[in-house]
């Protein structure tokens, strides 16, 4: 019997077999045909949508390249002109400060009128900017008393005069002012050079109470212009690299066209156009004036697409082409950039091509090609883990090396003194200080001018200011600024001063000394980038940690969607189901779905939360954290005891957000650890402590305790006793800056009999 039934089972093997190789060729033929024929079918309209999204996608990238253009513009206008005002601003604080000096050393023995005249004679030979610069003085009666380019105008009364656009100058000031002690204007007036035409000037203007006067300077902005003009296209001319979808500019004369109605001032396709005068009535290949045509879209809108015939690089015959204008209205520029349609067809043989390629290959090649993929994208994402993990561990070296590099160099103090008899005006500097600038004793004017010839440019002005107002505020100061060498060689020193005065409160002597700190400046420079890309790996690793706590939170709905929808087809095949049992079936699958997006609300609210002071609800604040890893805990089969609620709600102010990614934080942590030492019956608990004016949030766990020679590194950088592809070492350190620096709370871990128990103190 028994051979019989061997006999029986090898007799049905090899039908069994056959009907599974025969099935699975009946249904691969099947897909494959079914496949084929969707292609086929859908082949078409992929085509045509292909089409729309390539027109919309090139549409959308001439735009967004037109307006980065016109943002780059809004950009340089905005930075030229707070770097005006900046310089006008300490121009007229200079003035102030003469004004103030003059003022005070001859009040006592000089009528307001001797000392008015003082100032102004010191005032009127003052120039800057090419001596386009110059200060202009009227008495709070808008009398003017000083106009050192334009003498003429001494004497009349400001209140009276207009410019071209009506707007009354001294009202527009004198307004000004009462919102800010530094008023700034736009105004159109006269150049000394040119007194016949207004130009457009921003100008500063302060008061001098003392005196009762105004003081003011101010810059033409014609002559601003022309270099951010200049500048921008410059920059552009060589950031456009892509010939068949470049940037154009016209410099318009007159938007309803018409002979030389503007002039190309950028086309790196056609170089040959620059500076050239264009007409409205030049057609394209095709008859079509379409210069016309986008300014007629210009005039109606500000901006429009055309299309017309144009030369493409590289080719000798124009082709299809569509660009979009865009009128720049501050500078009256018409900016464009376009595409050309022969990429489109181009694009869609290739489509053809690969739709063709793909069904002669689907039969043969589909198993093979899944096989050799999946082997190769496993043997890359082995390979991408290894120089991740090899990339995380140089960065982390050189991170200690620098930081103990920056160590010792802050013990080494390159440093020197000097001493400026403000009597004599004659400055003394020891060897050391010597060595720092670069300067051999006789090649030195002892004087304080010649100390400020060798500071860098840029810091000239705010190195002298900060010494003058030290001067007036009789209080020492310490001040980091460059020094520029003989060979463009740029130094960081650090400088220290402090001045001696009389019983009068006169400057006598003034004391300081300079310290070279370059190779200290550079290597913290160097120190921050390397922290921020260590800081930046970490918000990685916190992001692929929440993509995981959405995996735990969906996997439940969606197995109870995709069963109910199964149960309806399995009950609707056998006519089995009911209208009852459908909607019940439907209203699980509706619940569910409910529950996904209450889900993606939560982890958006979280991933977008604003960091910013909010007063809110502590509890909230917690639980809104835990219902983010809750899935997570059930997956791990561990007991999550929340027991904040047990007591009144408690109102605080906090940075929200910051506060929940230490929480998940630690209690991750806990999470790992519970599951790391296989823990039966795992268990995290939150508690909630309130004590007069300070909170305590408790999260303790059952996990065997930390060790005791571990416990006092566990909030240190990089340290970390997880595998280097688990951990960087930075969660908890993170945790407690957030807590100590940002929060002004405390936060620290202890053992208990079971495990460890983390605290984290927060004032009210």
């Known amino acids: 019997m028994k051979n019989n039934d061997l006999k029986k089972t090898k007799r049905f093997l090899i039908p069994i077999l056959s009907l599974v190789i025969i099935s699975i060729i009946l249904i691969a033929s099947i897909n494959t045909y079914i496949n084929i024929s969707m292609f086929k079918q859908h082949m078409n309209e992929d085509i045509e949508q292909y089409k729309k999204e390539y027109l919309e996608r090139n549409k959308n990238a001439v735009y967004k390249k037109v307006h980065l253009f016109n943002s780059s513009i809004k950009f340089q206008i905005t930075k030229i002109e707070n770097k005006l005002k900046k310089s006008l601003k300490e121009r007229v604080i200079t003035a102030l400060h003469i004004a103030d000096d003059i003022y005070r050393r001859h009040k006592e023995d000089f009528s307001d009128d001797e000392i008015r005249t003082k100032i102004l004679k010191h005032l009127d030979v003052i120039k800057f900017n090419d001596r386009r610069g110059y200060y202009f003085v009227y008495d709070y009666n808008s009398k003017i008393v000083l106009v050192s380019a334009i003498k003429k105008m001494i004497g009349k009364n400001l209140a009276y005069f207009k410019d071209i656009k009506g707007n009354n100058i001294a009202k527009m000031q004198i307004e000004a002012m009462k919102q800010n002690k530094f008023a700034f204007t736009k105004i159109y007036f006269k150049k000394p050079a040119n007194p016949n035409k207004e130009y457009p000037k921003l100008s500063c203007t302060a008061r001098f109470k003392p005196l009762n006067l105004v003081i003011g300077t101010g810059e033409y902005l014609d002559v601003v212009e022309k270099q951010i003009k200049s500048y921008v296209i410059d920059r552009f001319s060589n950031m456009e690299k892509e010939k068949n979808r470049y940037l154009f500019v016209l410099d318009l004369h007159n938007i309803n066209g018409g002979d030389n109605f503007a002039t190309m001032i950028l086309n790196p396709n056609r170089e040959d156009l620059i500076g050239k005068k264009l007409n409205d009535s030049y057609k394209d290949a095709k008859g079509k004036e379409f210069r016309k045509e986008f300014l007629e879209g210009l005039?109606?809108?500000?901006?429009?697409?055309?299309?017309?015939?144009?030369?493409?690089?590289?080719?000798?015959?124009?082709?299809?082409?569509?660009?979009?204008?865009?009128?720049?209205?501050?500078?009256?520029?018409?900016?464009?950039?376009?595409?050309?349609?022969?990429?489109?067809?181009?694009?869609?043989?290739?489509?053809?091509?690969?739709?063709?390629?793909?069904?002669?290959?689907?039969?043969?090649?589909?198993?093979?090609?899944?096989?050799?993929?999946?082997?190769?994208?496993?043997?890359?994402?082995?390979?991408?883990?290894?120089?991740?993990?090899?990339?995380?561990?140089?960065?982390?070296?050189?991170?200690?090396?620098?930081?103990?590099?920056?160590?010792?160099?802050?013990?080494?103090?390159?440093?020197?003194?000097?001493?400026?008899?403000?009597?004599?005006?004659?400055?003394?500097?020891?060897?050391?200080?010597?060595?720092?600038?670069?300067?051999?004793?006789?090649?030195?004017?002892?004087?304080?001018?010649?100390?400020?010839s060798k500071i860098h440019p840029e810091d000239k002005?705010?190195?002298?200011?900060?010494?003058?107002?030290?001067?007036?505020?009789?209080?020492?100061?310490?001040?980091?600024?460059?020094?520029?060498?003989?060979?463009?060689?740029?130094?960081?020193?650090?400088?220290?001063?402090?001045?001696?005065?009389?019983?009068?409160?006169?400057?006598?002597?003034?004391?300081?000394?300079?310290?070279?700190?370059?190779?200290?400046?550079?290597?913290?420079?160097?120190?921050?980038?390397?922290?921020?890309?260590?800081?930046?790996?970490?918000?990685?690793?916190?992001?692929?940690?929440?993509?995981?706590?959405?995996?735990?939170?969906?996997?439940?709905?969606?197995?109870?969607?995709?069963?109910?929808?199964?149960?309806?087809?399995?009950?609707?095949?056998?006519?089995?189901?009911?209208?009852?049992?459908?909607?019940?079936?439907?209203?699980?699958?509706?619940?569910?779905?409910?529950?996904?997006?209450?889900?993606?609300?939560?982890?958006?609210?979280?991933?977008?939360?604003?960091?910013?002071?909010?007063?809110?609800?502590?509890?909230?604040?917690?639980?809104?954290?835990?219902?983010?890893?809750?899935?997570?805990?059930?997956?791990?089969?561990?007991?999550?005891?929340?027991?904040?609620?047990?007591?009144?709600?408690?109102?605080?102010?906090?940075?929200?957000?910051?506060?929940?990614?230490?929480?998940?934080?630690?209690?991750?942590?806990?999470?790992?650890?519970?599951?790391?030492?296989?823990?039966?019956?795992?268990?995290?608990?939150?508690?909630?402590?309130?004590?007069?004016?300070?909170?305590?949030?408790?999260?303790?766990?059952?996990?065997?305790?930390?060790?005791?020679?571990?416990?006092?590194?566990?909030?240190?950088?990089?340290?970390?006793?997880?595998?280097?592809?688990?951990?960087?070492?930075?969660g908890l350190h993170m945790s407690k800056d957030i807590i100590e620096k940002h929060l002004k709370g405390r936060l620290y871990a202890k053992n208990t009999n079971d495990g460890a128990i983390f605290y984290i103190e927060l004032p009210l």
């Not at 709905?557 to 087809?569: H, K, M």
């Open 299 to 452: 005039r109606e809108k500000g901006e429009c697409y055309t299309e017309y015939w144009y030369k493409k690089p590289d080719m000798k015959n124009p082709k299809p082409k569509m660009s979009y204008f865009y009128l720049q209205k501050d500078w009256n520029w018409i900016i464009a950039s376009g595409f050309y349609f022969d990429d489109l067809e181009k694009h869609i043989s290739e489509k053809e091509n690969e739709h063709i390629v793909y069904t002669n290959n689907a039969i043969y090649k589909a198993l093979i090609l899944i096989c050799i993929l999946s082997f190769i994208v496993i043997i890359i994402a082995i390979l991408v883990s290894l120089r991740i993990d090899k990339t995380i561990k140089n960065y982390t070296d050189k991170l200690v090396k620098n930081r103990l590099a920056l160590e010792l160099a802050q013990k080494v103090a390159k440093m020197g003194s000097w001493s400026l008899d403000l009597t004599t005006n004659k400055l003394k500097w020891s060897d050391e200080t010597y060595k720092i600038f670069e300067i051999k004793k006789g090649e030195f004017k002892s004087i304080y001018d010649a100390f400020l």
């Open 461 to 730: 002005d705010i190195v002298d200011n900060a010494y003058k107002k030290s001067l007036k505020n009789k209080k020492s100061y310490t001040i980091i600024h460059r020094l520029l060498m003989r060979d463009d060689k740029i130094k960081w020193v650090e400088e220290k001063c402090e001045t001696i005065f009389d019983k009068s409160g006169n400057p006598i002597v003034s004391n300081g000394t300079v310290q070279d700190i370059t190779k200290e400046y550079e290597l913290q420079q160097n120190q921050i980038m390397q922290e921020k890309l260590i800081l930046e790996q970490s918000k990685n690793a916190q992001m692929g940690a929440m993509i995981g706590n959405i995996a735990h939170q969906w996997r439940q709905p969606l197995s109870v969607i995709s069963t109910a929808a199964s149960g309806i087809l399995i009950s609707k095949e056998f006519n089995a189901l009911t209208d009852e049992k459908e909607n019940e079936m439907l209203k699980g699958i509706v619940n569910s779905t409910e529950f996904l997006s209450n889900t993606i609300d939560t982890f958006r609210d979280y991933i977008k939360e604003k960091k910013e002071f909010k007063e809110v609800i502590l509890q909230d604040r917690i639980n809104g954290a835990i219902n983010i890893i809750e899935a997570s805990m059930k997956n791990g089969h561990i007991e999550l005891i929340n027991n904040i609620n047990d007591i009144e709600p408690i109102k605080i102010t906090m940075v929200v957000g910051e506060l929940s990614q230490v929480i998940i934080n630690i209690i991750n942590n806990a999470k790992d650890v519970l599951v790391e030492n296989n823990i039966d019956n795992k268990i995290i608990k939150i508690n909630l402590i309130k004590k007069e004016h300070l909170i305590i949030i408790t999260i303790e766990d059952n996990g065997g305790g930390i060790s005791e020679d571990v416990l006092p590194k566990i909030f240190e950088p990089y340290f970390t006793t997880k595998h280097q592809s688990q951990g960087t070492g930075l």
